[in-house]
C-alpha cells in the first residue's frame, strides 16, 4: 500500500512539473511573439518616418529651387486672395448687420403707427390717419410706403396717392396673439421689408409700413 500510494505521488509530481514546464513554454513562445509584433511596429514607424523625412526634404528643396522673382509673386497672390476673403467676410457681415437694422426701423415705426392711429381709428378722424401715415413716410428715408386697415381689411389711409395696389393687402398678416408679422417682398425697388403690426389687439384694424433696402 505504502509503495503504491509512492507510485501515485511520483506521477502526480511528474504531472505537475511537465505542467509548469509547458506553461513555461507558452510563456516563452508568448514573450518570443509580443518581441516580434513590438519590433515589426518599430520598423514600420520607422520606415514612415523616414518617408515622411525625405518627401520634406524633397518639399523643401523645390522651395528653395523656385525663382525670387516666382517667389515674390506666390506672396502676393495669397495676400491678395486672403485680402479677398477678408473683404467678402466684412460685407457678408455688414449686410447682415443691415438688414437686421432695417428689420428692427420697421417694426419700431410700424409699433408706433398702430400706437397712434388707435384712437384715431375709434374716432374715425380719417384725415389725422393721412396725416400720421404721411408723417412716417417723410420722417423715415428707408419708409416705402404706409398703410392703415379697419378690423374688417378696408383701407383707411395710406400714401400711394391715388394708385393704391389692392393686392399688397393680402401678401401680409398679422394674427391677434403675434406682435407683429414680417414678410419679405419683391418689387421693381429691389427687396422690401413689409411689416404688419395689429392695432388694440387687431380689433380697431392693423398698420403696415414698408421698408427698403435701397436709400
Known amino acids: 500500500f505504502c509503495l503504491l500510494r509512492s507510485s501515485q505521488l511520483t506521477n502526480a509530481f511528474g504531472r505537475i512539473v511537465d505542467c509548469r514546464l509547458s506553461i513555461v513554454d507558452l510563456r516563452t513562445v508568448f514573450s518570443i511573439d509580443n518581441h516580434q509584433s513590438s519590433i515589426n511596429n ?26 525670387i522673382r516666382v517667389k515674390i509673386m506666390g506672396i502676393a ?38 400706437s397712434r392711429s388707435a384712437d384715431l381709428i375709434l374716432t374715425n378722424n380719417l384725415f389725422a390717419l393721412y396725416q400720421l401715415t404721411r408723417d ?48 419679405l417682398l419683391e418689387s421693381e425697388e429691389g427687396l422690401i421689408y413689409d411689416v404688419a403690426v395689429p392695432i388694440f389687439e387687431r380689433r380697431a384694424g392693423t398698420a403696415r409700413v414698408g421698408m427698403s433696402e435701397v436709400h
Open 42 to 67: 518599430h520598423q514600420s514607424m520607422g520606415g514612415f518616418l523616414r518617408k515622411l523625412t525625405r518627401l520634406c526634404k524633397l518639399f523643401w528643396s523645390w522651395v528653395l529651387s523656385i525663382n
Open 77 to 114: 497672390l495669397v495676400i491678395l486672395l486672403l485680402g479677398l476673403c477678408v473683404s467678402l467676410l466684412v460685407k457678408t457681415a455688414s449686410t447682415r448687420m443691415l438688414e437686421e437694422e432695417l428689420r428692427q426701423r420697421g417694426i419700431s415705426i410700424g409699433r408706433d403707427v398702430a
Open 136 to 183: 412716417a413716410l417723410e420722417n423715415n428715408e428707408d419708409v416705402r410706403y404706409v398703410f392703415i386697415l379697419n378690423s374688417k381689411g378696408e383701407i383707411l389711409a395710406h400714401t400711394f396717392g391715388q394708385n393704391f395696389p389692392s393686392s399688397l393687402i393680402s401678401v401680409n398678416s398679422v394674427t391677434d396673439s403675434e406682435r407683429f408679422h414680417l414678410e
